[in-house]
């Protein structure tokens, strides 16, 4: 919960992440609070174990008007937005056939119109600094295809088209616009759909893990920290020429 404005300036920069309670969200929270930011999450459930600095409000991040009155507020008590890491996304495996529309716009309401709805609440805040940084949580997947993966696929590609055009209309207010594309990184959401796969395909758990660690060139998965590593680099002042990038962390598995 947000307190009562305060008439001075906040002195601590502020981060807002969208689906900040688990996985690579909660690890860029976390990280962002231990340097001195005074993290804002926005998710539809908490996380207990978080933080009690980070400032949890409960957001569906597929519901535009909830985005942007979370962020309205936000400005309204501390009067400055540095960053925003739009993290919230599902995942969903199938090919374009077995897609139905439903799934279709369920799956892009939160990864792609979500980021929208963030982009927009934010970049008033941060036209007015003249500075901000925004931060798309896109995918391997927005450089390379992978089987069963249509919309899923095609939204992490949006994210990443959007850093790059956000990037080119606001670099004259200095706000920085990247995509960081994590590869397979070990989060509630890569066991969610292995878990899904083999209950779907009847195969060993344990050798569908082995076999997805054998695929990376590092030999392991990442780790969300790894990933919350380069998002604060990115919004660090070490990163004021990086701009439009698409950032890969993938263990190499897209230079084969």
């Known amino acids: 919960m947000l307190t009562p ?3 001075h300036k906040f002195d601590k920069p502020v981060c807002i992440v969208t689906g900040g309670s688990y996985g690579i969200g909660d690890a ?3 990280k962002f609070n231990s340097q001195n ?3 804002i999450n926005l998710d539809i459930q908490a996380n207990p174990t978080q933080s009690k600095a980070i400032v949890w409000l409960k957001c569906d991040v597929s519901v535009s ?3 942007s009155t979370n962020i309205q507020n936000i400005v309204e008590q501390y009067g400055r937005i540095d960053c925003l890491v739009s993290n919230a996304g599902m995942h969903f495996s199938a090919n374009i056939e077995d897609t139905t529309e439903e799934e279709f716009e369920r799956v892009f309401g ?4 979500g980021a929208i709805a963030a982009t927009k609440a934010v970049l008033p805040q941060m036209k007015s600094q003249k500075s901000g940084v925004i931060l798309y949580m896109a995918s391997d997947q927005a450089l390379i295809a992978k089987h069963n993966s249509f919309v899923y696929n095609m ?6 088209s959007m850093a790059k055009t956000t990037a080119l209309d606001y670099a004259k207010y200095q706000v920085r616009s990247n995509a960081i594309c994590p590869g397979t990184i070990e989060t509630p959401l890569y066991h969610k759909a292995i ?3 083999v209950a779907q395909s009847g195969a060993d758990i344990d050798q569908v893990h082995a076999e997805e660690a054998a695929l990376q060139p590092l030999g392991r998965l990442g780790k969300a920290d790894e990933v919350a590593a380069l998002a604060y680099f990115l919004a660090s002042d070490a990163a004021q020429f990086i701009t439009g990038s698409l950032q890969v962390i993938d263990g190499g598995y897209t230079t084969q």
């Open 5 to 7: 404005s305060t008439p």
């Open 28 to 30: 860029v929270c976390e």
């Open 37 to 39: 930011y005074q993290v």
């Open 65 to 67: 008007t909830e985005v």
């Open 110 to 113: 939160l990864n792609v119109k």
């Open 155 to 160: 939204s992490k590609a949006a994210l990443a």
């Open 195 to 197: 878990n899904n796969y």
